[in-house]
């Protein structure tokens, strides 16, 4: 269960308002002013979940997600960005590059941000629990240590490339659709959310990275969705 979260941002009201919330609902919460200092906390704090500005100085909340990704053992942690500016789908598909998990838009309210640290939870959780090592034509995919491996050479995905393509072989031979694919690896309600351009450029780059020998097994069907053969 995830307990512990780090927070960061500049505006010192925002910070203890949000911390005060978050303590009030069980959570136990460490805080950081900058990016820099956040770096440090963690380390020292082992957070299960990161929530950062995205506007700071220094080092700034995109740069502090990366940060905190390549560090030796945070891989898995999620990190949440929250921004005060309207972001574009194409901004938001580059910080999902960068390792981030969800957005959140300034203002947002308390209810929101908690509805999101859910989600976020659930998700982290439905893959924490695939512990099996995957092993299909040379790929060795490891769901513990978040890892894909292909003849022996490590292949770098990004978090909702590795988690595509975790759920691809999970579900082998059987066709995924575009609703279930946003909301199991995005966490998007498809309700309210059902574009596929997201998923199709996350499946073109994951195709590419793992070459056309292993890419070529992941086949679309037109309006449809996707699946591993």
């Given at each position: 269960m995830f307990k512990k979260i780090l927070l960061v941002d500049d505006d010192a009201l925002v910070l203890n308002s949000t911390r005060r919330y978050l303590e009030e609902r069980g959570f136990a919460v460490a805080c950081a002013?900058?990016?820099?200092?956040?770096?440090?906390?963690?380390?020292?704090?082992?957070?299960?979940?990161?929530?950062?500005?995205?506007?700071?100085?220094?080092?700034?909340?995109?740069?502090?997600?990366?940060?905190?990704?390549?560090?030796?053992?945070?891989?898995?942690?999620?990190?949440?960005?929250?921004?005060g500016h309207k972001i574009s789908e194409e901004d938001i598909l580059a910080g999902y590059n960068r390792g981030a998990d969800d957005y959140i838009l300034k203002p947002f309210s308390f209810p929101v941000l908690l509805a999101k640290l859910k989600a976020v939870m659930k998700r982290y959780e439905a893959f924490s629990g695939k512990t099996a090592k995957i092993s299909r034509f040379g790929m060795v995919v490891d769901p513990e240590n978040r890892t894909v491996a292909i003849k022996g050479e490590v292949i770098k995905?990004?978090?909702?490339?590795?988690?595509?393509?975790?759920?691809?072989?999970?579900?082998?031979?059987?066709?995924?659709?575009?609703?279930y694919l946003l909301e199991t690896v995005w966490g998007y309600d498809p309700a309210s959310y059902n574009d596929p351009h997201t998923v199709g450029v996350h499946v073109s780059s994951l195709r590419k990275k793992l070459g056309p020998e292993i890419g070529d097994h992941i086949t679309s069907v037109t309006g449809h969705g996707y699946k591993f053969e």
């Open positions: 002013e900058n990016g820099s200092e956040a770096v440090a906390v963690a380390r020292e704090s082992r957070p299960d979940l990161v929530i950062t500005d995205a506007e700071m100085k220094g080092l700034d909340g995109f740069a502090l997600c990366r940060a905190i990704k390549e560090t030796e053992g945070f891989a898995g942690v999620p990190v949440i960005i929250i921004s995905l990004t978090r909702k490339e590795f988690d595509l393509l975790t759920v691809l072989l999970t579900e082998e031979g059987r066709l995924l659709g575009i609703p």
